[in-house]
């Protein structure tokens, strides 16, 4: 009896040891061994890479991506899953497109072209007219009609490589790409060949998003990328010869809009079931890689995030959710669509934290937020030092996550190390074999802390 | 004459103007741009990796490597630079090592092996046994002469992949490799075979250095490494079944010392000329890939330290050397040749810093030296964020710089982002196409601003 006792109070004492309220070290550290040693995320986007591929709003990889997603977050225990309709726009690059240069007549040479994301193609003979080189749109203006009409307009404005944060650099140069058609249209150029946005002198054409604006149809003219080593030689060309004309031959296509899906999984919260935390990736992505960095890597972390914390039994005291959504590359139709949902139901979000900047090892994060939250994560900002994340800044959480935003709430942006992201980033290259599964997961789990600490904290 | 003395005026106060002082905000701007946008430290790898490749102790490509060195230090306007001799130990790997898995007699599956450094090579017809796996040398004394004898000890624990520093992991397993087969000696196991040091599952076996410690030559087994993949195979076999055996043939061998040499080159102090200044990497990479970043990287930024000085028009209180180690990896022969020479001439090397932890984007700097002098480097850290240096932490220098030590003096070693490192340590994917030009870049301006400082301000 007396040895029962014992056993009795041993265990007793053994359940109360165990189940002491873990500090926020500790939450952490299990975070980060989870991810890293028995993580998913790099599983999934195997699957996601490997065997769906690329996921072009509109694309069977596209509708693929939503089923097998939708998929694996059922078997996640979470308290509900469901698809979020919403039309979106279906862009086609048809065939291969086609490029020569010719430096004097009958001398050409082929250059690897890509068609820019919404471009109209060419005539089905395609194109050929002189180029003229310009590196923004001041000298195209200065050079006016005159020296435009019936060329193609060459831009080449370089990223500028002693900006240490590449997406900075990334902004000082992609109006060449997303309004170059418009703006060189309006002096009467056929056609617009853009440097692709890389800070790396390769081989490989980037495609991306453009627009026309409101230009009538009959004055689009289509608009194509080359590899920086293209832009190089061409520019060294043109210094040689101002002859220089390029052919070029593109048959993409816009279609009709068609119906996808943003995919969404929550946790309901325990105590403010009516508050919502987000957390996000887009899953579409260009048509020339498998999108493993673009968005992927930020797909499949935000899905790990809810499996973390389940795994480390946070039951949390709001309401979480993952939304994987459609279309941000050529539209932002899911982001504003869920945006539209949750302000027509009233739904209260306190919290979006995206992942869109490749799946590169986790430095901190970006926010927009106030000030009275912002000095609430750098309180935090000890918690994140073991694990090299040292990082925090204010603006520029992400494009996802940005139609959420209310006076009051937070959004959050992870920010990797950013060298390597424009090598990749709409390009061929951005592959699977690009990933560093240690990296993905230290992002996964990066992303589960921070969510869980304004989970516990709230927001102010 | 008015006009005259207008300009004269106008030409003092632009002279004026110009010289005033840079801060050292404005120093590091400078050293980063000049890094990033005309920057050397990429060709030379280039050259290194690409045009000599590997470049073990003793080889010819060593030896190219020397006389390459040395010859673009040369052009950079140093004020002197010299060859140090040194002995080398000079091993050779011979004919590519052959091995296979026998799990019944007669049913045999070829797998890839590789000599670790120092090993002596099987009898020419090669050596076949049954495997013991083990994980540690506590295991391997539990199994004791009785169930070692006559058999190939396989060493298996894995890098634990829960530590955010790799190379903490990397510690953790490292005696494996280093001590495993003395040890199974001790048992009379006939050879060692051992998992690679690499977190990540690939098919690439990893060489790296060996002791026999001081074990009679007919007492010394030989050791290879295979992939994680085939550790993880044949642990899965051996718990299937304990008859598995393994075969492997190799054929290398330790030959007499050679000469060889550490690369100097030296600025020449303007103040302080008797203080000395050491950046350094080591020369000599292991066989199997080119040695891009093990360390080729560590070499070319350590001679773009004293370029970048230059560059900047940085006059040196201090004369700075560029130490270019011979025989780090199988010997420290150079290191400890460099060490031994500034001790009998008496010179003072208040400073050294190495960099020999992979090309990747610097995270920081890690210290040996005392309190007053880590503080200064605290003190500095405002100065390193907008480049996100943040890391800076005791103990760690390097093993390059390590026989420098005194009481006094201040030994650095650059740390950079350690997630990929073990991916390609020792292994022949150790490649320049693993190189991000950027991230290289970077290091070779994050060390030229610590070299800056340190000049400028003194060690305490």
Known sequence: MKNLTLLCLLIIASIVFKSHAQTDDEVLKTIYTSSLTEGESYNWLNYLSNQIGSRLSGSLGAERAVQYTKEELEQLGL?????????VP????????????????????TVNICALGGSVATSPLGIKAQLVEVHNFEELEALGKEQIEGKIVFYNRPMQADLINTFQAYGGCVNQRYKGAVEAAKYGAVGVVVRSMNLRLDDLPHTGSMTYDDLPVAQRIPSVAIS????????????????VKLYFKTSCKQLNDVQSYNVIGEITGSEFPNEYMVVGGHLDSWDLGDGSHDDGAGVVQSMEVLRLLKKAGIKPKRSIR?????????GLRGANKYADVAKQKGENHVFALESDSGGFTPRGFRFDCDEANFNKVLSWKELFKPYLIHYFEKEGSGADVGPLKTDKNVLAGLHPDSQRYFDHHHASNDTFDAINKRELELGAATMTALVYLFDKYGIK
Not at 79 to 87: A, E, F
Not at 322 to 330: A, G, K, T
């Open 322 to 330: 993952v939304v994987l959504f459609m279309n941000e590359e050529n």
């Open 228 to 243: 920086t080593n293209d832009a190089e030689t061409l520019s060294t060309m043109l210094k040689l010869s101002k002859d």
């Open 79 to 87: 308290s509900k899953v469901w698809l979020q309709p919403v039309m």
């Open 90 to 109: 279906k862009w086609i690059r048809g065939a291969k497109e086609y490029a020569y240069i010719e430096t004097v007549p009958g001398k050409t040479s």
